[in-house]
């Protein structure tokens, strides 16, 4: 991480602490940050742009969202969702973000309204129990403004129609095809039990933000196929992708020079002009990790906003 961004980062937390929803704000702003500025293969990273999307884009779209996850709390998840890709919209053309917004709102929200020694999976788990029809409707309307590529027509609750279930029961339709939805419908399930004790014991270990975000997503990826190369260009891809993950770790990832030459490796692989090869969903994951992290007062100097727990932390 350069010193810019360290700079960056600190400013944004040096808030007064008393003032949560801001920080939740914050939090979810810099976890976006780390993310996109940490070196994942076949993902935009600095001075590494796709033909339609440049890392500056990354940026802007993570700052854009700082306000209407503060206001989490005071909004269904579902508007929290459809302000968020409208505030994206202003700053970028192309779709940079819905999967984090999609899984930051009810973690924002669940922050938001959860007591300062409260279990925020718990508190996620009632926020999308409590999730309405209405939530469906601005969610999906947000997903349109959005526009993501390879979204293929669901026979059910399909997002061009108008929904007629609340937006946990619609998100359980499409568990099957698209991580970002089995999130919801399993409680948040892989962010809380693999990536966010992935970049705990990443962080313990004493690896910089970079190396941690990239371990994390790696070990995310070996364990998950990606929904969003799998939707592109098919399971067969998504599923190689994920041995190829599986070696690059085995090889020691960021941990060893094997491991940073099969990462450098895996990288070119992934890249080519469809970005058919882009773990779009994973990178997704890791940023929930981020901020559930960040919420949790794993930034150094930062105060926690809620208690989390992890499998890690329950050891």
């Excluded at 003032?19 to 001075?47: D, F, I, M, T």
């Excluded at 399993?186 to 693999?194: I, K, Q």
């Excluded at 990536?195 to 933000?209: K, M, N, Y």
């Excluded at 941690?212 to 364990?223: H, N, P, S």
């Amino acid at each position: 991480m350069s010193s810019a961004h360290r700079d960056l980062a600190s400013a944004l937390l040096a808030v007064d602490r008393r003032h949560r929803p801001v920080n939740v704000g914050l939090a979810a702003q810099l976890a976006c940050l780390l993310e996109v500025s940490a070196p994942k293969p076949g993902n935009v990273s600095p001075g590494r742009h796709f033909a339609d999307l440049r890392y500056e884009d990354f940026l802007a779209s993570a700052l854009a969202i700082g306000e209407p996850l503060a206001a989490a709390g005071e909004h269904g998840v579902g508007e929290t969702v459809r302000h968020a890709i409208e505030a994206t919209a202003q700053w970028s053309r192309s779709n940079t973000n819905l999967g984090i917004v999609l899984l930051f709102a009810p973690l924002a929200r669940a922050a938001s309204l959860a007591q300062a020694d409260g279990n925020l999976q718990e508190k996620v788990r009632d926020v999308l129990a409590a999730t309405t029809v209405d939530d469906a409707r601005q969610a999906y309307a947000a997903i349109r403004l959005a526009s993501p590529g390879g979204l293929d027509r669901a026979d059910a609750q399909d997002v061009s129609t108008e929904p007629t279930m609340s937006l946990v029961e619609v998100m359980r339709l499409a568990a099957h095809r698209d991580t970002v939805a089995s999130e919801y419908a399993t409680g948040f399930e892989v962010t809380f039990g693999m990536a966010v004790p992935a970049l705990e014991r990443a962080r313990r270990a004493e690896l910089s933000w970079d190396d941690a975000v990239v371990e994390t997503f790696l070990t995310i990826l070996a364990a998950v196929p990606d929904t969003h190369i799998g939707r592109r260009s098919g399971a067969a891809l998504a599923a190689d992708v994920s041995t190829r993950a599986r070696t690059v770790l085995a090889a020691g990832g960021v941990r060893s020079d094997a491991g940073r030459r099969a990462l450098d490796e895996f990288d070119r692989e992934l890249r080519d002009e469809r970005n058919s090869g882009n773990p779009g969903t994973t990178a997704d994951l890791t940023a929930a990790a981020l901020f559930v992290v960040l919420l949790g007062g794993g930034y150094e100097g930062q105060k926690s906003m809620v208690k989390v727990r992890s499998k890690l932390s329950q050891r």
